[in-house]
């Protein structure tokens, strides 16, 4: 079974661009959740997607967005970029069952704002 | 205010020695306390699951506990390698469709 694809897996950009990142979550998972991780506060949670639907919200200005598709794949997008943002945004997938709740964390795309 | 805290930002043992990694809550229900395995620069890995009505679980040299008295768990990894080294993150979920909720992680060292 493929695991969790994350593209790009690196990106530079500069502030005030916009960036779009993707996900493509393991076959059958119908949640993807989003995280940014930086040194100093860890794994923050973004937004989590379950059957095309925004399920969950995190605690992120609206420059932060995020969809999903009708085959589960996922993006981000984050408009007006600040050097702040700079960070490891990782897409996890689950099948957010009561059985089966552990998330399934792709390589990340290590975003750099200049 | 909800707060998971793993009590160690950093832990460094002797090869051989038993690694026993803290993760603390307050002001949550957790149905479920999961870890996680981190190395550098890569995503996140699963390793263990308990739930609120377990008291432990082993996988090979992992173990863990959960307290929901004490609202604790503890991670331990026995006969530690250097091949261990690396961040552990515990994450809580509430099994009621929030998200799940990570620490800030342990880094830990194993050294030969």
């Known amino acids: 079974k493929a695991g969790v694809t994350q593209t790009p897996r690196y990106l530079i950009k500069t502030r005030g661009q916009q960036v779009t990142l993707s996900c493509s979550p393991i076959?059958?998972?119908?949640?993807v959740s989003w995280y940014q991780q930086t040194p100093g506060q860890g794994l923050q949670f973004l937004f989590e997607?379950?059957?095309?639907?925004?399920?969950n919200k995190g605690n992120f200005p609206g420059r932060f967005s995020g969809r999903q598709f009708s085959n589960s794949r996922s993006e981000m997008n984050v408009s007006t970029l600040e050097l702040g943002d700079s960070a490891l945004y990782l897409c996890?997938?689950?099948?957010?069952?009561?059985?089966?709740?552990?998330?399934?964390f792709g390589q990340g795309t290590r975003l750099t704002v200049v | 205010s909800q707060k998971i805290e793993q009590n160690s930002e950093a832990l460094n043992i002797q090869e051989g020695k038993t690694a026993t990694l803290t993760c603390n809550y307050t002001?949550?229900?957790?149905?479920?306390l999961q870890w996680y395995r981190q190395d550098p620069g890569r995503g996140p890995v699963f390793l263990l699951l308990?739930?609120?009505?377990?008291k432990e679980k082993r996988k090979e040299r992992l173990k863990v506990t959960f307290d929901t008295t004490l609202k604790q768990s503890l991670f331990h990894i026995t006969a530690s390698q250097p091949a261990d080294s690396a961040t552990y993150l515990c994450?809580?979920?509430?099994?009621?469709?929030?998200?799940?909720?990570f620490g800030k992680g342990t880094r830990l060292s194993v050294i030969a």
């Open positions: 996890a997938s689950s099948q957010r069952t009561v059985l089966n709740t552990e998330a399934f």
């Open positions: 076959s059958g998972h119908r949640s």
């Open positions: 997607y379950f059957s095309e639907t925004q399920r």
């Open positions: 002001n949550y229900s957790p149905a479920y």
């Open positions: 308990i739930r609120e009505n377990e």
């Open positions: 994450a809580l979920d509430t099994g009621r469709n929030t998200p799940l909720v």
